[in-house]
C-alpha cells in the first residue's frame, strides 16, 4: 500500500485566448497515462500560475498558450516559479510558439516546446523520462 | 533520497507553503518518513475548525467553498482547502479540477489549497487527507474545508475527519432523495440547498424537513436547512453564521470533546486497519501465509474467519525486527 | 422509388454481394475494416436508390431561390454571381489599420473586416493587468472611441461596410461604430455591416465570454431591439458554427449546434416582442469547412434545409427573406499540418471546393502558414487564386448543385439531418440551449470529438499526411511575430490621455446610469451609447457591467 511516486502535472493556460483543446486533449492523455493532471482553467496571472504550481507540489507545470503573448508571460512565470524555489520543476509548453523563440524559452530553463501536432504520447514519454 | 522531515516540519510550523506542499506529497505516498513528520506535528494541531463540504457531483461544492473563503478572508481568517476528485481505478490518473473555482484565491498567501486525487479509496476521500488536513492546520490555518469527491451514496469518511459536515443539495428530480433514504443525511450537521435560484428549492425544502423530522432524536443540535446559490454568494451569510453556530454548539454542549474522541477513534481505527493490511501485503514473510491462507479458503480447507484469526494471531505473536 | 422497383434493386444487390463483391473480398480483403469521414462517421461502401428509398424531390429539394432551399438560396447561384471572396485582415494600432484599410478601398474592395486585440475582445482596457503581453498582437488595439475615430478616419462610413469579428462586447464596440459615423455627420441609419454577436457558441467553443448566459442574452435581445429601429442595414449577429467546428466538434455537431443557437436567438427576440420577419432577414451564419469534401457539402445543404423548416414551422415567418440561411465560409484552420505546410495549399482547395459545392455565400480561404501566424503575402495570393482558379476554371461555378440527387449526397444529407433533429430533442430536454451550456452539455460533446480524433490519428486509424505518415523533416518554422513595443506606448499613451481631457464626472454618472439600466428592463444600448460619446472605455463599461451582472464561470468539462 505504499505507493509509489505519482506524478502530478499543473496544466496551465496564461494569456487571454480562449483555446483550451489542446490543453484538454493533453491533460485526458496524461491522466490516462497514470498522472494526476491539475488544471487551471482559462486565463491565468502568472502569479497563480506560479502559486498553484507550489501548493500543489507538482512535478510538472505545462504551459499552452495561443495568443502571442508567451514573450512576455513566460519569463514572468519563470521567475516567480524560481522565487518560490520551484527552479528544478519540470517545465514545458505548447501552442503556437515560433521556432526563433524557442533558444530564448529554453534559456530561461524550458525544457521542451512541443509543436502542433505532436502526438500525447510523445509528451507522455517526455515527462516520464524527465520526472524521478 | 528522503527528504529531512524533521527540517520540513520545522518550515511547516513557521507556516511555509513550500514545505507544506512537500510535505503533503509526500503523506500522498503513504511513506514511512511522512508518517514520522505527522508524529512530530501532530502536538501543534487541533486549533483549527475543520469543516466538510460534501454532496453530489456538480451539486456546486467547489462554488460554495470559494464563497466561503471569500467570507472567511473578509473576517481575517486564514483558510486551508482541501479538495478530492476520484482518481481512475484503471489508470490510477485523475484530473483535478475543483480548484478552478477558487482561483482568485491563487495569490492570496493565506489562502493555502490543494488538491488530491482519490488514490483508490472509496468512501469520498483519500487515505492522506487526513494528513494533509493535519499539516493544514499545523501551519496554523484558521479554517480547514475538505470537498469530497461528491460520488454519493459511500461518502461517510468526512464525519471521521471534520467537525462541522455541510450536505449539499440541489433542487431537481428525486435522485438525492435516494440518498436520504440510504442514511446519507445522517452525516449532515447542516444542509444546504444550493442552487436555490432554480425551481423547485421550495419543494426541496419540504422534503429535507420531513426526512429531517424523522430522525429527530429531539434535543441536542437540530440541523437547519438553508437555501443558498453558491454563483451570487446569496444565503452564504447565513451558511457561514450556521457553521459558527454549530461550532459554538458543540463548544458549549461539550459535544466537542464527543465528537473529538469520535473522529480520534476512527482515525486510529483506519490507521490500524491500513498498517495490518499494508504489513500484511508488504512483509514478504506475512504476504508468504497470507497467500496461502487465501489458497486455503478458496479450497474450502479453512474458512475467512479461521484465516484471519491465524494471520492475526501470527501477526501480534511474531517479534518486531 | 416504387416497391418493386426497390425490390429489384435490392435483389441485385443481394446477388453481386453474394457473388461478385465475395470472389473479391475472399482474394483481398478491403484495405480498412472501416471506413470513416473527419467526424469519425462510418460511411458504407456503396450507396444506392434503397439508401434514399424515400426521396421526394420537390419535398426533400425543390429549385434554388425556393423553399426548402436545399440546393441553394437564390435562383441562379454563381451563375447569377459568384461567391464573395472576403480575405481578412487587422493589426497593430488603430493608424496601421487605418492606412490597411484605405490602401484596400483604393483597390476597389467596399467591404472591411476588422480583427480586435484580445483586450477588446474579453472587454479589458489596454493598461488593464490582464492585457499584459497581449496589446495590439492578435488585432487592432481599441479601448475608445478616440480609437475608432482613427480606426475610420477618412472613410466614409456611409459608402464602406464593416464586419467587427466581436462578440461579448458587441454592443460596445457597435456603439463605438456608431459614434465615430456620428463624428462624421453620418446618422445610424446610413452604417451598415456585421457584429459576429453570438455569445452562445462562445461558451460552448470558442471561450471568450465575460458576463453568465442570461445577462448575455438579454444584451443580444437589446441589440436586435435597438438595430431594427435604429441601425435597419445593421447585420446583427453572424451564427457562427466555425469556431464550434475548430475546438473539435463533428460535422454534425457543428450544424445541430449552430442551428440551435440561431433559433435560440430567434426565440429569444420574439420573447422580447420582436415580430421574426423584422429581424431574422439580419441574421447570417458562418460555418468551417473541412477536408470530407461529400459529409461538408451535406451539412452545407442540411443547415439550409433544417433552417427554412424551423423558421417556417416554428415561428410562422412570413417574409422568405426569413428562410434563407445565407452564410460565410472559412477552410478549416486545424486541418492545417506545421509539417509539410504547401500541402496545405491542397488542403484549402478542397475545402473551398467543398464550400463552393455546399453553395456558400462568402468564403475565406485559409493561407498555408495561417493557423500560426500573419499570412505572408505569397501565401495570402495563393490563396486567393486558388479560389479564383475554382471559380473561372474548374467548372463548378457552371451549373446549381451539381451534387444533387447523387444517392451518397442524398443519404448522407438526410442522415445528418437526422441526427440534427436528434441534438435538438437533446438540447430540448435539457432545457434549451443555455441550460444545457450550464450543464457543460455541448463542451462535453466537442471535447470527446476532439479526443477521439486525436486518438484516431495516434492510432492510425487515420492518416494526416506529413503527420502520421508520409513524414520528412520538412516543417513550417513558425516566424516570429514581431510586436513593435512602439504598439504598446503608443496605445497607453492614447488611452491616459482619453481619460485626461474628458469630463471624467459625466463618464462616472453614465455609467451609474448605464448600471441601474442592467439591474432594470431598459434597453442598454442607449445608454451604452451616451457613456461612449462622452469617451467611456470598453473596459470601464464591462467593468460596469460586470458590477451587476457578475463573470461566467464555466462548468470544468474535459
Ligand atoms: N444555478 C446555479 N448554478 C450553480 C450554483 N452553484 C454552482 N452552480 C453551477 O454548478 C456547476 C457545478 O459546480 P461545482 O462547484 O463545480 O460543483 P461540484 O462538482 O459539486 O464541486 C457549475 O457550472 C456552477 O456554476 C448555484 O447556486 N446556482
Ligand atoms: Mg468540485
Redesign the pocket.
Given at each position: 500500500m505504499t505507493e509509489t511516486r505519482k506524478i502530478r502535472v499543473l496544466i496551465a493556460k496564461p494569456g487571454l485566448d480562449g483555446h483550451d483543446r489542446g490543453a484538454k486533449v493533453v491533460a485526458r492523455a496524461l491522466r490516462d497515462a497514470g498522472f494526476e493532471v491539475i488544471y487551471t482553467g482559462l486565463r491565468q496571472t502568472p502569479e497563480q500560475i506560479a502559486e498553484t504550481a507550489l501548493q500543489e507540489d507538482v512535478d510538472v507545470v505545462g504551459l499552452s498558450i495561443l495568443s502571442g503573448a508567451h514573450m512576455r508571460l513566460f519569463p514572468e512565470i519563470m521567475q516567480l516559479l524560481k522565487e518560490r524555489e520551484m527552479a528544478d520543476v519540470l517545465v514545458i509548453a505548447g501552442g503556437i510558439i515560433p521556432e526563433d523563440d524557442f533558444e530564448p524559452l529554453k534559456k530561461l530553463g524550458i525544457k521542451e516546446i512541443f509543436g502542433p501536432g505532436t502526438p500525447t504520447g510523445e509528451i507522455v514519454d517526455f515527462i516520464r523520462k524527465h520526472t524521478k | 533520497m528522503a527528504p529531512d522531515t524533521t527540517e520540513l516540519v520545522k518550515h511547516v510550523l513557521k507556516g511555509n507553503r513550500r514545505a507544506a506542499a512537500r510535505l503533503m506529497t509526500l503523506t500522498e505516498s503513504l511513506s514511512p518518513e511522512a508518517h514520522a513528520a505527522i508524529k512530530q506535528l501532530y502536538p501543534y494541531t487541533g486549533k483549527a475548525h475543520i469543516i466538510g463540504i460534501t454532496?453530489?457531483?456538480?451539486?456546486?461544492?467547489?462554488?460554495?467553498?470559494?464563497k466561503l473563503i471569500e467570507k472567511y478572508r473578509s473576517h481575517n481568517l486564514s483558510v486551508g482547502v482541501v479538495?478530492v476528485d476520484p482518481s481512475s481505478p484503471f489508470t490510477g490518473g485523475a484530473l483535478l479540477?475543483?480548484r478552478?473555482?477558487m482561483n482568485r484565491f491563487a495569490s492570496d498567501h493565506d489562502v493555502f489549497i490543494r488538491s488530491m486525487g482519490s488514490r483508490g479509496h472509496l468512501g469520498g476521500l483519500a487515505w492522506a487527507t487526513m494528513d494533509v488536513v493535519h499539516i493544514l492546520d499545523a501551519m496554523g490555518k484558521d479554517i480547514i474545508m475538505v470537498?469530497t469527491v461528491?460520488a454519493g451514496q459511500a461518502e461517510v469518511d468526512i464525519v471521521q475527519l471534520a467537525e462541522t459536515v455541510v450536505l449539499?443539495s440541489?433542487p431537481g428530480l428525486g435522485d438525492d432523495i435516494q440518498t436520504i433514504k440510504a442514511g446519507i443525511m445522517e452525516i449532515g450537521n447542516i444542509f444546504a440547498i444550493?442552487?436555490?435560484?432554480?425551481d423547485g428549492a421550495d419543494r426541496r425544502f419540504v422534503e429535507l424537513q420531513s426526512a429531517l423530522s424523522l430522525g429527530q432524536e429531539g434535543d441536542g443540535w437540530e440541523p437547519p436547512i438553508l437555501k443558498?446559490?453558491?454563483?451570487?454568494g446569496?444565503g452564504i451569510e447565513d451558511l457561514v453564521k450556521a457553521i459558527q453556530d454549530h461550532h459554538e454548539y458543540l463548544v458549549e454542549s461539550e459535544e466537542i470533546v464527543k465528537n473529538r474522541e469520535r473522529r480520534c477513534y476512527a482515525q486510529l481505527e483506519t490507521i490500524i486497519e491500513r498498517s495490518f493490511i499494508r504489513k500484511l501485503l508488504m512483509d514478504p514473510d506475512e504476504r508468504t501465509l497470507f497467500d496461502k491462507l487465501v489458497a486455503e479458503v478458496d479450497q474450502r480447507k479453512t474458512d475467512p474467519y479461521t484465516a484471519a484469526e491465524r494471520l492475526i494471531l501470527h501477526l501480534i505473536k511474531t517479534p518486531k525486527k | 422509388m416504387g416497391t418493386k422497383e426497390k425490390q429489384s434493386v435490392s435483389q441485385t444487390k443481394r446477388d453481386w454481394e453474394n457473388n461478385t463483391l465475395k470472389e473479391t473480398l475472399d482474394k483481398s480483403p478491403e484495405r480498412r475494416e472501416r471506413f470513416i469521414t473527419t467526424s469519425s462517421r462510418p460511411i458504407a461502401r456503396i450507396y444506392t436508390p434503397i439508401d434514399i428509398a424515400d426521396f421526394n424531390y420537390e419535398e426533400h429539394l425543390g429549385f434554388p431561390g425556393q423553399y426548402p432551399y436545399t440546393r441553394g438560396v437564390y435562383p441562379t447561384m454563381y451563375r447569377g454571381r459568384l461567391w464573395t471572396m472576403r480575405m481578412f485582415s487587422g493589426f497593430g494600432t488603430a493608424e496601421q489599420t487605418n492606412t490597411r484599410f484605405r490602401y484596400l478601398l483604393e483597390q476597389g474592395q467596399t467591404g472591411l473586416s476588422v480583427a480586435f486585440h484580445l483586450p477588446t475582445i474579453q472587454g479589458y482596457d489596454s493598461d488593464d493587468p490582464m492585457s499584459k503581453g497581449e496589446i495590439g498582437v492578435c488585432g487592432v488595439a481599441v479601448d475608445s472611441l478616440a480609437d475608432m475615430e482613427i480606426l475610420f478616419s477618412h472613410i466614409p462610413l456611409n459608402k464602406v461596410t464593416t464586419s467587427m469579428t466581436i462578440n461579448a462586447p458587441a454592443a460596445v464596440l457597435l456603439c463605438f461604430y456608431i459614434a465615430a459615423a456620428e463624428k462624421q455627420g453620418v446618422s445610424s441609419t446610413q452604417i451598415g455591416g456585421t457584429i459576429q454577436n453570438d455569445i452562445l457558441k462562445e461558451y460552448q467553443a470558442q471561450k471568450t465570454w465575460i458576463f453568465p448566459p442570461d445577462p448575455s442574452m438579454r444584451i443580444i435581445t437589446d441589440i436586435l431591439q435597438f438595430c431594427t429601429k435604429k441601425v435597419p442595414r445593421w447585420n446583427t449577429i453572424s451564427i457562427s458554427g466555425y469556431h464550434i467546428r475548430e475546438a473539435g466538434a463533428t460535422a454534425v455537431q457543428e450544424v445541430a449546434f449552430t442551428l440551435a443557437n440561431g433559433l435560440a436567438y430567434v426565440q429569444a427576440g420574439v420573447d422580447a416582442g420582436l415580430k421574426v420577419d423584422d429581424f431574422a432577414p439580419r441574421l447570417s451564419f458562418f460555418f468551417d469547412s473541412h477536408l470530407d469534401l461529400f459529409e461538408e457539402i451535406a451539412k452545407f445543404r442540411v443547415a439550409r434545409r433544417v433552417w427554412a423548416r424551423e423558421i417556417q414551422d416554428r415561428f410562422k415567418a412570413k417574409n422568405p427573406r426569413s428562410y434563407l440561411l445565407r452564410f460565410h465560409t472559412q477552410t478549416a484552420g486545424v486541418s492545417l499540418t506545421a509539417q509539410q505546410p504547401e500541402n496545405n495549399i491542397v488542403r484549402t482547395t478542397i475545402e473551398a471546393l467543398a464550400a463552393i459545392l455546399g453553395g456558400t455565400q462568402s468564403l475565406h480561404t485559409n493561407s498555408m502558414d495561417e493557423a500560426w501566424a500573419l499570412p505572408t503575402e505569397k501565401a495570402a495570393t495563393i490563396a486567393l487564386r486558388t479560389q479564383q482558379i475554382l471559380a473561372h476554371e474548374s467548372g463548378v461555378a457552371n451549373t446549381i448543385d451539381p451534387l444533387g440527387g447523387s444517392y451518397f449526397i442524398e443519404a448522407l444529407t438526410n442522415e445528418m439531418e437526422e441526427e440534427t433533429y436528434r441534438y435538438f430533442d437533446r438540447i430540448e430536454k435539457l432545457g434549451g440551449v443555455v441550460e444545457a451550456i450550464?450543464?457543460?452539455f455541448f463542451q462535453r460533446e466537442i471535447s470527446d470529438s476532439a479526443f477521439r480524433f486525436q486518438r484516431e490519428i495516434e492510432e492510425k486509424e487515420r492518416i494526416i499526411v506529413g503527420v502520421n505518415e508520409y513524414v520528412t523533416d520538412d516543417q513550417l518554422e513558425i516566424p516570429v511575430l514581431k510586436i513593435d513595443p512602439e504598439v504598446e506606448r503608443t496605445q497607453l499613451a492614447r488611452l491616459q490621455k482619453t481619460r485626461k481631457t474628458r469630463n471624467n464626472q459625466k463618464v462616472d454618472q453614465l455609467l451609474g446610469q448605464l448600471q441601474r439600466a442592467a439591474e432594470g428592463t431598459d434597453n442598454l444600448l442607449p445608454h451604452i451609447l451616451a457613456a461612449v460619446r462622452e469617451y467611456a472605455t470598453v473596459g470601464e463599461i464591462c467593468n460596469a457591467l460586470r458590477d451587476v451582472y457578475g463573470e461566467y464561470?464555466?462548468?470544468?468539462i474535459f
Open positions: - | 454532496g453530489p457531483p456538480g451539486s456546486g461544492k467547489s462554488t460554495l467553498v470559494d479538495a479540477g475543483d478552478i473555482r470537498e461528491g449539499l440541489v444550493n442552487k436555490a435560484d432554480l443558498v446559490v453558491a454563483t451570487t446569496e | 450550464k450543464k457543460g464561470q464555466e462548468p470544468i
